[in-house]
């Protein structure tokens, strides 16, 4: 017997929601992160690779910690929306805004 896997993505309320959030709390957790690297004397754009992903990862780590202070797992899990789906909803924004940081880096340097 063959399992079948159902690999779509949720109502596009909870996708909206979700990658919103996500976007938002990215711009607070990037925003902290450059007031904490100018008080260093650091260049807050000019992040190597791995910085970029370890920015990435921590944006997700804000917004499960956000989901979970507002006692929604129960919910997404009544909906059927699975964590690693949320971890993608989460991850794209700030994914995206990290390239979107390093091609303006490129193009203006």
Known sequence: MVARFRTTLP????VRTYATRGA????ATRAIL???FLRGGFDPFQLSAAAMG???LLS?????LE???RHERA?????AVRPVTLIVLF?????LGEVAIRIVRLVIA
């Open 75 to 79: 919910l997404l899990g009544n909906l």
């Open 34 to 36: 450059i007031a904490i």
């Open 91 to 95: 991850a794209t924004p700030a994914l």
């Open 60 to 64: 997700v780590v804000v917004c499960f």
């Open 11 to 14: 109502n596009r309320l909870i």
């Open 54 to 56: 370890g920015v990435v």
């Open 24 to 27: 938002l709390l990215w711009v």
């Open 67 to 69: 989901t979970y202070r």
